[in-house]
């Protein structure tokens, strides 16, 4: 679709660095974003180095970590 012009871009949702690295070597199109858990206790931050690597943005998911309140960092 994207060759074909029907599409504008790809994305693609929680990949993780191995997986996003090797999708980007072994096709033609790089994702223009991936959907990720991103928040202030979550900050992936190898992830999104990689990420700016290839020039893919981050989507945040759970941005404001769904409303919830926490009393200490997550583990992500």
Known sequence: LYAQGKVRAIGVCNF???RLVDLTLSHSVVPAVNQIELHPFCQQKALREVMARYQIQPMAW???????????????
Do not use: E, H, N, Q
């Open 62 to 76: 759970a941005p404001l970590r769904k409303g919830r309140t926490i009393s200490f960092p997550t583990a992500c």
């Open 16 to 18: 993780l660095p191995d």
